[in-house]
């Protein structure tokens, strides 16, 4: 069982930026798809950017040009970069990993961070 945790989430003005980071407590070397999501109140949960094995990135339209998704496999680590902060951006933030070669997928969820983008 891997357990994931985020961090960096806060409270940052309308165009700044914010570095998540969701650490895990194994190797991610295994894991071919991972990303981030997230989930404003009264919303569904979105997905928001994921990586997948090769390192190919895929990105939510409203956020790409603006928002990075990267993994640090030496570090158990992926991060998302946020830039250029709107509020609209203002959400929870989960993290997730996948092994969809697996049958079942094994699918593991971080706890969420939250982000909030107001003056």
């Known amino acids: 069982q891997v357990q994931l945790v985020e961090s960096g989430g806060g409270l940052v003005q309308p165009g700044g930026s914010l570095t998540l980071s969701c650490a895990a407590s194994?190797?991610?070397?295994?894991?071919?798809?991972m990303g981030w999501y997230r989930q404003a109140p009264g919303k569904q949960r979105e997905l928001v950017a994921i990586i997948i094995s090769g390192g190919t990135t895929n990105y939510a339209d409203s956020v790409k040009g603006r928002f990075t998704i990267s993994r640090d496999n030496a570090k158990n680590t992926m991060y998302l970069h946020l830039n250029s902060l709107k509020p609209e951006d203002t959400a929870v933030y989960y993290c997730?990993?996948?092994?969809?070669?697996?049958?079942?997928?094994?699918?593991?969820w971080g706890q969420g961070t939250q982000v909030t983008v107001s003056s």
């Open positions: 194994g190797s991610i070397f295994n894991f071919n798809a």
């Open positions: 997730n990993f996948q092994l969809t070669y697996l049958s079942p997928p094994r699918i593991y």
